[in-house]
């Protein structure tokens, strides 16, 4: 199987990288674990998300513990993480910051940008689509562009920079449903489900004592940036990237005459693909290999799709949906 990388990329330095990289990132899960019980799932892909230095999308009912893995991803991860509670009358210099006119001793006056809490590592957006089209365009180029314009100024988010947004998929009155474009933004739909029986058990045990749990730190903001390096020079082999290529195209429209692409309304973009390409990577690093596998494709092909298609109305109404059809693009690949 032949790999897919730059020329200049050295296979053992990688390797060495690799391998010491594991050993914190175990760690970092394992402290994770301590806090966060039954969503083991939800902790890789949040991790990947991370690891891929991308955004991520958490939706699920409320108490299922999005809220406390964000900010525990934070602590273990070491990085400033703030979190804001999107409401309809927010206003994007509520999370940018604004100007404000200082006045000195002398008499002068000047104004001075107080920055707002998305200059953060790790931003919280909680309810994101309770905010209105103006506030969402405006996290929308932070999350792109890594910076923030106001009153015509650019400032520079911290780097890492990174957007966890949660979702009730549940209460939808008074919500302004997120744009396909700002959709596109995020690598991965991370769905948060119910515990099962035993993690509720020791959930009970474990959280309703006189003491709760406290994570922490077990990575640096550094660390962190240098995973994220060593994820974009990990190798590839050509049967993950052809699988890559197969999947993303299968999931649009007019690719072929088969009866899956006529149910598909509109597609993922090579956004996708590059999204796939990165988050394979990361999760061979989490699961301490060295190289993604197809395996790794078929696994994040739901959360990177998800929300990056539609179906057309004449499925929707056969009772088709978008994670049957992504299961049956899976099957052909797998």
């Given at each position: 199987m032949s790999a897919v990388t730059s020329p200049e990329v050295d296979h053992e330095r990688v390797a060495r990288d690799a391998e010491a990289a594991m050993e914190t990132i175990t760690a970092a899960r394992t402290e994770i674990s301590r806090i966060i019980f039954g969503q083991e799932s939800v902790v890789e892909r949040a991790l990947v998300t991370l690891l891929a230095g991308g955004h991520g999308l958490l939706v699920g009912v409320p108490g299922l513990a999005k809220t406390k893995l964000v900010e525990t991803l934070g602590t273990v991860l070491g990085l400033d993480a703030r979190r804001i509670q999107f409401t309809p009358d927010l206003m994007p210099s509520d999370i940018l910051g604004a100007e404000v006119m200082d006045q000195g001793r002398d008499g002068s006056r000047a104004f001075r940008f107080i920055k707002g809490p998305i200059f953060s590592q790790v931003l919280m957006a909680d309810e994101i689509n309770r905010a209105s089209p103006r506030t969402q365009s405006a996290l929308l180029q932070a999350m792109q562009e890594y910076q923030v314009t106001v009153a015509g100024q650019s400032y520079d988010?911290?780097?890492?920079?990174?957007?966890?947004?949660?979702?009730?998929?549940?209460?939808?009155?008074?919500?302004y449903p997120l744009p396909e474009a700002q959709l596109d933004r995020f690598v991965m739909q991370i769905d948060v489900h119910y515990p099962d029986r035993e993690a509720e058990r020791r959930i009970l045990m474990e959280t309703t004592g006189a003491q709760d749990a406290q994570a922490s730190a077990v990575m640096t903001a550094q660390d962190l940036a240098a995973c994220q390096q060593l994820v974009r020079r990990m190798p590839v082999g050509e049967s993950v990237v052809e699988a890559i290529l197969e999947l993303v195209r299968?999931?649009?429209?007019?690719?072929?005459?088969?009866?899956?692409?006529?149910?598909?309304?509109?597609?993922?973009?090579?956004?996708?693909?590059?999204?796939?390409?990165?988050?394979?990577?990361?999760?061979?690093?989490?699961?301490?290999?060295?190289?993604?596998?197809?395996?790794?494709?078929?696994?994040?092909?739901?959360?990177?799709?998800q929300h990056r298609m539609a179906l057309t109305f004449g499925a929707r109404a056969d009772g088709q949906t978008i994670r049957g059809v992504i299961g049956r693009i899976k099957s052909r690949i797998g």
């Amino acid at each position: 199987m032949s790999a897919v990388t730059s020329p200049e990329v050295d296979h053992e330095r990688v390797a060495r990288d690799a391998e010491a990289a594991m050993e914190t990132i175990t760690a970092a899960r394992t402290e994770i674990s301590r806090i966060i019980f039954g969503q083991e799932s939800v902790v890789e892909r949040a991790l990947v998300t991370l690891l891929a230095g991308g955004h991520g999308l958490l939706v699920g009912v409320p108490g299922l513990a999005k809220t406390k893995l964000v900010e525990t991803l934070g602590t273990v991860l070491g990085l400033d993480a703030r979190r804001i509670q999107f409401t309809p009358d927010l206003m994007p210099s509520d999370i940018l910051g604004a100007e404000v006119m200082d006045q000195g001793r002398d008499g002068s006056r000047a104004f001075r940008f107080i920055k707002g809490p998305i200059f953060s590592q790790v931003l919280m957006a909680d309810e994101i689509n309770r905010a209105s089209p103006r506030t969402q365009s405006a996290l929308l180029q932070a999350m792109q562009e890594y910076q923030v314009t106001v009153a015509g100024q650019s400032y520079d988010l911290p780097r890492p920079f990174h957007v966890l947004a949660t979702q009730n998929p549940l209460e939808q009155e008074g919500t302004y449903p997120l744009p396909e474009a700002q959709l596109d933004r995020f690598v991965m739909q991370i769905d948060v489900h119910y515990p099962d029986r035993e993690a509720e058990r020791r959930i009970l045990m474990e959280t309703t004592g006189a003491q709760d749990a406290q994570a922490s730190a077990v990575m640096t903001a550094q660390d962190l940036a240098a995973c994220q390096q060593l994820v974009r020079r990990m190798p590839v082999g050509e049967s993950v990237v052809e699988a890559i290529l197969e999947l993303v195209r299968s999931a649009r429209p007019g690719e072929s005459d088969d009866e899956i692409t006529s149910q598909i309304a509109w597609g993922p973009g090579p956004r996708a693909s590059q999204a796939l390409m990165l988050t394979v990577r990361a999760r061979a690093l989490v699961d301490g290999r060295l190289a993604p596998s197809v395996d790794d494709v078929l696994a994040l092909a739901e959360p990177v799709l998800q929300h990056r298609m539609a179906l057309t109305f004449g499925a929707r109404a056969d009772g088709q949906t978008i994670r049957g059809v992504i299961g049956r693009i899976k099957s052909r690949i797998g």
